[in-house]
């Protein structure tokens, strides 16, 4: 490709919304505009980029038996109110009406797409398993679209779904996936860290997200400085800093020596803060009761107390039953925070948060500040597993400006579910080896999940078994955020000067800047483009008439990872000559024009080798 032909429209300056390298980068070597709000545009360097990264993530997933179709983007609301998400989603799902008044969906995921093209074709065992994927256009009507192609609203994911007959299929195909994942990263020269979606500590490997390190990630990652645990903290565990009692009867033997609990007054103290100041005590001596909303419960809430729910009607007769509005109390030790995505999985709830002050006081018959869980009957207390070992606690008494002291866990009240709800933090132990853990932040390029039975069920899956007997197949997802892992590429691979491509994924792999395109270096320089192109090579051959500084300027912001420079100097040494450098290096080299190009294609394809192996 000749640059003059080319549209690289390049920028000196910086968009004022770009706060990140690869935003940055992305507009001012030309790969990427802005239409709208996390609406982008890619330019033709930014799309031949894009299309690497994809086919990297396509040959992966063909090599593990994923098969490629390619459903609308477009889909009808009817599949998602089968699912029950058109009501769940809220906003973020981009609904529009056709002429005729019927709902569809702009696609923000596609479980429910494929879904339902897997059922109209399923009969039989013999047909699992079977993974299917795309690579599509994805719109979610983000609140914040911000830091360019890494959270936009129009993005391209691959996904990827899968059915089996038995969770040893899913298992099989969820490792070979989480294998591809590590190779595709590898593959685009990323350096990805794969955590643990749910707590190691359970051994569970139903989730896993692939992160790379980022100072303006969304997600705080829970490291452990001795071993390999790695876990995301909305899901992460701890050793325990507490003697949980394995049972009731445990609890009331640790409290045999703690007097009976009894009233105090506490005019005027709600915090826990003010609490400390007022009983000169530390906040692990307390029981905070905080009670939560939780919507679309699908947890069996016929054991709990009366807890304003509102039963949805069932999808199927195996189905659980959801619950689109229900309270709970949590109960927690004063020092540590709810973690609500762990507390959210723990009541199979699609969302959790704090009850309004009106919804306490109604529930709790108490002013906001004096909930406790001793006489709590009105609400399903959760109790969090470290409140198992408070033997001589103080909670709230259920009345205005009262607490009491000396609470016992099972002697004084009970559970009606125990779970691990406490927020993980830096300082905190390794429930796997002790060490100590710490935090990083980091943004997710991928997630692999065991889904289950959630769609199949919900939608009416089935087929048939080798007896004959009707079944529902199980289910995974994958996906990959190509434009997020695109950036992460900039963000990891790059200078003050530009981009820094590695060659897997680079628009071009070699850049050919003649001095002065005229005579006989335009003669080689041509020459040396055919050769490499007829190799393999992808040549931009800067042909402009432009000063050789503003050439080199343009070679590194696009960040070809190769430059050959041309000139009369060098063509004019008795054997003739041609500088070659690599973007990553500070050093060039003087080679013969003659082996040149050899030379280049060994150089790329090593470190296609290197990237792939
Ligand atoms: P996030 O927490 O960052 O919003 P998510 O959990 O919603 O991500 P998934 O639904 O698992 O993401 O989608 C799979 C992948 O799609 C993500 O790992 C990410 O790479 C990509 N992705 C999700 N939302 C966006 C977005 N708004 N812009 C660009 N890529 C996105
Ligand atoms: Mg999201």
Request: negative net charge; aromatic residues 8%.
């Amino acid at each position: 490709m000749n640059y003059s032909g080319a549209f690289i429209p390049t920028l000196r300056e910086v968009p004022a919304d770009a706060v990140i390298a690869s935003h940055r980068l992305m507009f001012r070597a030309g790969l990427l505009r802005k239409l709208a709000n996390g609406l982008f545009a890619y330019l033709p360097l930014g799309l031949r980029s894009f299309r690497k990264v994809e086919q990297i993530i396509r040959e992966e997933m063909d090599a593990i038996g994923a098969l490629e179709i390619k459903p609308t983007v477009v889909v009808p609301g009817e599949l998602w109110k089968e699912s029950g998400r058109w009501d769940s989603m809220g906003e973020s799902m981009l609904r529009v009406k056709n002429r005729l008044d019927n709902d569809f969906v702009v696609s923000p995921t596609a479980e429910e797409a494929f879904t339902a093209i897997v059922r109209d074709e399923l009969s039989s065992y013999r047909q699992l398993p079977l993974a299917l994927y795309q690579i599509n256009t994805k719109f979610r009507d983000e609140i914040r679209p911000r830091y360019g192609v890494m959270r936009g609203r129009e993005f391209v994911m691959k996904d990827a779904y899968s059915w089996h007959t038995d969770d040893k299929s899913l298992d099989d195909t969820y490792q070979a996936m989480g294998r591809a994942y590590r190779r595709i990263f590898k593959r685009c020269g990323l350096s990805v860290i794969p955590v643990k979606a749910d707590s190691g500590a359970m051994g569970g490997s139903g989730s896993e997200e692939f992160m790379v390190e980022s100072e303006i990630g969304d997600n705080t990652l829970i490291l452990c400085k001795k071993c390999d645990y790695a876990a995301n903290s909305e899901k992460a565990a701890c050793a325990p800093d507490f003697t949980p009692s394995s049972s009731i009867e445990d609890a009331k033997a640790a409290a045999v020596n703690t007097p009976a609990f009894e009233k105090i007054d506490t005019p005027n103290v709600k915090t826990i803060d003010e609490l400390c100041a007022f009983l000169k005590t530390e906040p692990q001596t307390f029981i905070k009761t905080l009670i939560y909303r939780a919507v679309n419960v699908e947890l069996d809430l016929s054991s709990a107390p009366a807890c304003a729910k509102l039963q949805r009607k069932k999808p199927s007769a195996e189905a659980p039953a959801v619950y689109t509005e229900a309270f709970f109390a949590v109960a927690i030790r004063g020092d540590l925070d709810v973690n609500e995505v762990k507390l959210a999985s723990a009541l199979k709830a699609s969302e959790v948060s704090l009850a309004s002050d009106t919804d306490v006081v109604r529930l709790t018959n108490t002013p906001v500040g004096f909930a406790g869980p001793v006489g709590l009957t009105a609400l399903p207390l959760i109790v969090d597993r470290t409140v198992t070992g408070m033997n001589d606690a103080v909670t709230g008494a259920l009345e205005k400006d009262l607490h009491y002291k000396h609470v016992a866990y099972g002697r004084d009240f009970t559970a009606w579910m125990i779970e691990d709800v406490r927020t993980v933090k830096a300082g905190d132990h390794c429930s796997l080896c002790s060490g100590e853990l710490y935090t990083k932040m980091g943004n997710e390029l991928g997630h692999i999940f065991k889904l289950g039975y959630k769609y199949t069920r919900s939608m009416n899956v089935s087929y048939l078994d080798e007896n004959g007997k009707s079944q529902m197949p199980i289910m995974g997802c994958y996906g990959i955020g190509v434009d997020r892992t695109l950036a992460s590429v900039i963000e990891e691979h790059h200078d003050e000067a530009g981009i820094i491509w590695p060659v897997s994924v680079a628009p071009y792999h070699v850049i050919i800047v003649p001095i002065k395109y005229d005579g006989a270096v335009k003669e080689s320089a041509d020459k040396l483009a055919t050769e490499l192109t007829s190799a393999g090579i992808e040549v931009l051959l800067d042909d402009r008439s432009e000063r050789p500084g503003v050439k080199f300027n343009d070679a590194d912001l696009t960040g070809i990872p190769w430059r050959v420079v041309i000139g009369d100097k060098g063509l004019a040494q008795n054997i003739p000559q041609v500088e070659i450098k690599r973007r990553s290096e500070k050093d060039s080299t003087m080679t013969d024009l003659d082996k040149a190009s050899a030379d280049i294609v060994k150089k790329i394809r090593e470190e296609i080798a290197r990237l792939n192996n």
